[in-house]
């Protein structure tokens, strides 16, 4: 077996004791990068150059001389960030992010940046410009996103740990999908600097690993500081019942009570149901906060300056969030604070939850060129006749909403109708108004 299929934390190991030639590990990883990635588009790009160098400078850290790859979110001295998309409402360019100098710091070798689905607005992982990636369990079907080739990267050993980033999932969707641990650390523990948002109040940086202990040692990697491995004896777990639960196929259900117990009866545990305060309210307040995000670089005039290779998705997506009144994004802080509002029923909650995630099957792979209006693509040579609502010219395209434009052309322009909040202090301008009484 190679040293590349065990955990990360024994090829750091096996580096340290001179068991293993740190240089020698990172020219295989980046063959068997080369050999295993073509099935399944996890790493968009690498640069061994680079490697070399970085490697050549590494410290003597925990994660001395491991490969690691690294989201396409995140700016490396060498590359900017791209998310997935063939345009950026923001410009980005080179620069050492927090997660960079994190892993430099920790000895690591970043052999690579990981796919992402597109502007990671999406759960899948099959928009990208890169084109989708795979399952390795079943590359027919999406590996889960936004972190999607940071997951598959894993469960495929291309390398033993990955960086992702995690606002309301991104993270823990594919590393489920992917039968990998992930983690999304508590908010501001670890590195985030260089972020193309930096006001975020959601997305945080994290480790996908084969299993808990290698969290734990990238993870502290990103905190800056060692994790120690905790006593899992006596392990307190919650149930937090209700949609995540309800809303579950069966055989998805019964594999999570199977994990529930077994970890129970492996730590001498205690199972206990708990109830969350404004639990039904979180998932739409955490939609509206996380969509709010990103609105002070964008505008109608950028979104309409967007070239055809960018997802009618993304596009669609992009309108709706400039029509986010601001008065619900306030109502979703509130419905946030409540939730981590402590209570008397909450000072008994159990420090693990559980829950299955995700709920539904994992759904096929779509190739992302399905979505685009680029030469070439199928929606190419469509001539939309808006009153038949077909296409005249025979493509299997069907737009959704009636006033989607003919496939060979680009989308009619938009312009935000009046009130729209298009920018963070129209939000505050139009907040004061509504908060203010009529006289």
Known sequence: MSLLDRPLREQAAAIAAGDADAAELCEEALALIEERNPDLNA???????????????????PLHGIPVAIKDEWPLPWRAERLGAAELITPTRPGESGPYRALREAGAVIVGVANMHEYGAGSTGHISV???ARNPWDTERCPGGSSSGSGAAVAARLVAGAVGADGIGSIRYPAAYCGVTGLKPTFGRSAMEGHHI??????????????????????????????????????RIGIVRGAPWDDCQAEV??????????????????????????????????????????????????????????????????????LVPAAAVARSGRVRNLVRRPSP???????????????????????????????????????????RRACRSGC???????????????????SAPPGAVTSRPARRRRLRRLETPEP
């Open 43 to 61: 790493i968009v790009a690498t640069f061994p150059e680079e490697s070399t160098r970085m490697l050549a400078g590494a410290p003597a850290g």
């Open 253 to 322: 259900r019964s594999a999570c009570d199977a994990a529930v117990q077994a970890l129970r009866e492996e730590t001498g545990g205690e199972v206990t149901e708990v109830a969350i305060d404004g639990l039904e309210h979180v998932l739409i307040a955490s939609i509206l906060v996380a969509q709010a995000e990103d609105l002070p670089g964008m505008s109608p005039a950028k979104l309409n300056d967007l070239g055809d290779e960018v997802s009618l998705i993304a596009r669609a997506l992009m309108k709706y969030r400039l």
């Open 130 to 132: 890169y084109g989708p």
């Open 396 to 414: 299997s395209f069907r737009p959704h909403g009636a006033t989607t434009s003919c496939c060979s052309t680009r989308p009619r322009r938009w």
């Open 198 to 235: 930096p006001d975020t109040t959601t997305i945080v940086s994290g480790p996908l690993c084969a299993d808990a202990g290698d969290c734990r040692v990238l993870g502290g990697a990103l905190f800056g500081e060692e994790l120690a491995a905790g006593d899992a004896r006596g392990l």
């Open 345 to 387: 029923r909450r000072s008994t909650t159990p420090p693990w939850s559980c829950h299955p995630d995700p709920n539904p099957p994992i759904p096929r792979t779509r190739a992302s060129a399905a979505w685009r209006t680029s030469p070439g693509s199928p929606r190419s040579a469509c001539r939309w006749d808006s009153a």
